[in-house]
């Protein structure tokens, strides 16, 4: 059994930044792929960000490009999300994902765990 717990949401204003980190238990960790997601009120899911299993590849919502940053520590069994830059439409429930066979990381049915969620609000 897999759990994710993530923490690091909270208030800031536009332009500001947030670390989200999410800790999974697993013996595992480094065998899976991991991915954060995030669902506005009214709004479906959408795709963040995702890494691979050693953090050597990164994958990125157009969206976050360039202000985001995810990264793992396969050792501490931990993926954070660096978060910079933040916006007003940032404002979302941020989920942290782990799928085992993950293939298209965009994809969120390509994961099979998924995280309680973190809200993280951006203030004009």
């Known amino acids: 059994q897999v759990q994710l717990v993530e923490s690091g949401g909270g208030l800031v204003q536009a332009g500001g930044s947030l670390r989200l980190s999410c800790a999974a238990s697993?013996?595992?960790?480094?065998?899976?792929?991991m991915a954060w997601f995030r669902q506005a009120p009214g709004k479906e899911r959408e795709f963040v960000a995702a890494?691979?299993?050693?953090?050597?590849?990164?994958y990125y919502a157009d969206s976050v490009k360039g202000r985001f940053a995810i990264s793992r520590d396969n050792a501490q069994s931990m993926v954070y999300l660096q978060m910079n830059s933040l916006k007003p439409e940032d404002t979302a429930v941020y989920y942290c994902?782990?799928?085992?066979?993950?293939?298209?990381?965009?994809?969120?049915?390509?994961?099979?765990?998924w995280g309680q969620g973190t809200q993280v609000t951006v203030s004009s």
């Open positions: 994902a782990a799928g085992s066979e993950a293939f298209r990381l965009r994809d969120d049915g390509e994961y099979d765990h």
């Open positions: 697993v013996r595992t960790f480094s065998e899976y792929a």
């Open positions: 890494i691979n299993w050693s953090g050597g590849r990164t």
